[in-house]
Structure formats: structure tokens, C-alpha cells
């Protein structure tokens, strides 16, 4: 099973792109930095810790 690589932020709607950085939780939710940084690292979703997405390389 893998992450659903959401390409958009679940608080203000910006694009986010599979290589770039991005925040979620265990359940997913996804954030852009700028957001992730206003909710001090926490999901307003679920309560939890909000991380680093990790990268796909690019299909070759």
C-alpha cells in the first residue's frame, strides 16, 4: 500500500506537486508548508503530528 500523494493542500487549496514539499499525518491529511507552519505542526483533522511527505523518484 502506498501514500495517496494528494496534490492539493487541505487548508487553502494551493497545488502541490508530487517532488515537492509537502506535510501530512497518519491518516494522510496533506498541507503545504505555509499552512503547516500557521497550525504549528499539528492537523486540525485528527490532532496529530504533521511531518515531511516523503518523495517519489520520477518514473523512468
Given amino acids: ?15 502541490l506537486e508530487d517532488m515537492g ?11 503545504c508548508t505555509p499552512c503547516t507552519e500557521e ?3 499539528i492537523c486540525p483533522n485528527c490532532g496529530g503530528e504533521l511531518v515531511p511527505r516523503p518523495r517519489r523518484r520520477p518514473k523512468e
Fill in 39 to 41: 497550525m504549528g505542526r
Fill in 1 to 15: 500500500m502506498s501514500l495517496e500523494m494528494k496534490t492539493a493542500c487541505m487548508k487553502c487549496d494551493s497545488g
Fill in 21 to 31: 514539499e509537502a506535510h501530512i499525518c497518519s491518516y494522510e491529511c496533506t498541507f
